[in-house]
């Protein structure tokens, strides 16, 4: 699995689909996977991971989110804020 930010996108040779230049203009076509990158470490954790550790790697990883992986699947995203709520309600 892989993510895409801005930091990726900047760089990336740009492609204009035919069909678009007449409809649109110039929209760039570019496929995903030519800017994607994987989803490990730091920005991916599991169901069964502690909070607390995922909020570390949320908090650290730049993107202000992990990917929830379970089995090999995207199972859902936990951002920086989803983690801070529920720590903020477990210390009052």
Same mark, same amino acid.
């Given at each position: 699995? %892989?993510?895409?930010?801005?930091?990726?996108?900047?760089?990336?040779?740009?492609?204009?689909?035919? %069909?678009?230049? *007449?409809?649109?203009?110039?929209? *760039?076509?570019?496929?995903?996977?030519?800017?994607?990158?994987?989803?490990?470490?730091?920005?991916?954790?599991?169901?069964?991971?502690?909070?607390?550790?995922?909020?570390?790697?949320? %908090?650290?990883?730049?993107?202000?989110?992990?990917?929830?992986?379970?089995?090999?699947?995207? *199972?859902?995203?936990? %951002?920086?804020?989803? *983690?801070?709520?529920?720590?903020?309600?477990?210390?009052?």
């Amino acid at each position: 699995m %892989s993510s895409v930010t801005l930091f990726t996108v900047r760089g990336i040779p740009v492609r204009v689909h035919p %069909s678009w230049l *007449a409809v649109y203009g110039l929209i *760039a076509w570019t496929p995903v996977r030519e800017v994607m990158r994987a989803i490990i470490g730091q920005v991916t954790a599991t169901p069964n991971e502690s909070l607390w550790h995922a909020f570390e790697k949320v %908090s650290q990883n730049g993107l202000g989110r992990v990917a929830v992986v379970e089995d090999g699947r995207l *199972a859902g995203y936990l %951002s920086v804020k989803d *983690a801070a709520h529920v720590l903020a309600i477990a210390g009052r």
